[in-house]
């Protein structure tokens, strides 16, 4: 049997945590915006009001709950993949959904000048970059 400290074993455990973080993340986020669609939607209007984007809320918001229930959801099958199976593919794919994600959100923060919020989106990239490196198959 293999050392739980072995270079594999801290891949493996790398791997299910990652994955697991995005689940949370993208999950919760995205089921927020399907439940709570009318205060996701004003607060939204009101965010992008002063910005060339302020005409594409509805769109925005559709693509951007796509991409989160997505990334949250093959992250999440993905995790359990992981530990049935220790098959890394649909949370690779999962990690790399959130990736596009977060460049969306990136753009449109940048583009309605949240510079702030821009910044505080850069970690969560960063983690999903981390998920890419770490899920591929090597």
């Known amino acids: 049997m293999p050392s739980v400290y072995s270079p594999d074993a801290a ?12 689940a ?3 999950l919760q986020s995205g089921i927020d915006k399907v439940v709570d669609r009318r205060g996701n939607r004003t607060y939204l209007d009101g ?7 302020a005409g594409t809320v509805g769109p925005m918001l559709i693509v951007i709950t796509i991409l989160e229930v997505s990334a949250g ?3 999440a099958v993905g995790c359990a993949l992981l530990l049935l199976t220790h098959d890394s ?10 990736g596009i994600n977060i ?11 949240d510079y702030a919020g821009a910044a505080a ?12 490196y770490v899920l591929a198959e090597h």
Do not use: E
Request: proline share 3%.
């Open 24 to 26: 949370v993340l993208f």
């Open 47 to 53: 965010h992008f009001a002063g910005s060339p984007l």
């Open 89 to 98: 593919m649909v949370a690779f794919f999962g990690a790399v959904i959130a």
């Open 73 to 75: 959801a093959l992250s």
């Open 11 to 22: 891949s493996y455990i790398l791997q299910i945590l990652v994955s697991a973080f995005l």
């Open 103 to 113: 460049i969306a959100l990136f753009f449109g923060q940048r583009v309605s000048k």
């Open 121 to 132: 989106l850069v970690p969560y990239f960063l983690l999903a970059l981390t998920a890419i």
